[in-house]
Antibody, heavy 119, light 115 residues
Framework: EVQLVESGGGLVQPGGSLRLSCAAS????????MNWVRQAPGKGLEWVSH????????YYADSVKGRFTISRDNAKNSLYLQMNSLRPEDTAVYYC????????????WGQGTLVTVSS | DIVMTQSPDSLAVSLGERATINCKSS????????????LAWYQQKPGQPPKLLIY???TRDSGVPDRFSGSGSGTDFTLTISSLQAEDVAVYYC???????????FGPGTKVDIK
């Protein structure tokens, strides 16, 4: 069974940093590209970042470019999101999602981890 | 930047009736290299992560009931629920991939309720 479990969320002050992790199991992690997608409270979905299975291609949304860094450790079956210079508008549930290889569609999602940026 | 719009914002449909949701992209998501539309549909119920329903604009994901269907090409797409069931109450999102510059964009969502 495919499982994605996010961790690392919490309350952080504006300007602070946080590192999210996503532990993957039930599939060959090193064969799949991965995404981070976020959802502000009561709002829609916003794609954050994409990383290919070999890490040779990485994309970011304009809203996080220069502040967030996506990475992965295939040996540990883990995906990460380093978030720096956090802003109140970064407050959201952050989901880890697997790219199913079908036109960038995300076929499996974690339950999400809440990041709150507030003083 | 690509802009995705969905219509309507919300709709209420009687049980057993058809629900239709439209999604429009500001740029074509049809790639001539493989003749595929990079357009997906998701269902999200309260308190849950999104669930993939449709990819390549019209291919149902594994286990998705056949009352869900996707159609369209280029910039205009439709998700149809042929016979609405109580468990279909949710928000539905379309999502596209565009390559230049590379970005993935979700539509604003359409809320579906029972009338």
């Amino acid at each position: 069974e495919v499982q994605l479990v996010e961790s690392g969320g919490g309350l952080v002050q504006p300007g602070g940093s946080l590192r999210l992790s996503c532990a993957a199991s039930g599939f060959t992690f090193s064969s799949y590209s991965m995404n981070w997608v976020r959802q502000a409270p009561g709002k829609g979905l916003e794609w954050v970042s994409h990383i290919t299975h070999t890490t040779n291609t990485i994309y970011y949304a304009d809203s996080v470019k220069g502040r967030f860094t996506i990475s992965r450790d295939n040996a540990k079956n883990s995906l990460y999101l380093q978030m720096n210079s956090l802003r109140p508008e970064d407050t959201a549930v952050y989901y880890c999602a697997r790219d199913g290889g079908t036109g960038y569609a995300c076929d499996y999602w974690g339950q999400g981890t809440l990041v709150t940026v507030s003083s | 930047d690509i802009v995705m719009t969905q219509s309507p914002d919300s709709l209420a449909v009687s049980l057993g009736e058809r629900a239709t949701i439209n999604c429009k992209s500001s740029q074509s998501v049809l790639y001539s290299s493989n003749n595929k539309n990079y357009l997906a549909w998701y269902q999200q119920k309260p308190g849950q992560p999104p669930k993939l329903l449709i990819y390549w604009a019209s291919t149902r994901d594994s286990g998705v009931p056949d009352r869900f269907s996707g159609s369209g090409s280029g910039t205009d797409f439709t998700l149809t629920i042929s016979s609405l069931q109580a468990e279909d109450v949710a928000v539905y999102y379309c999502q596209q991939y565009y390559s230049s510059p590379p970005e993935i964009t979700f539509g604003p969502g359409t809320k579906v309720d029972i009338k």
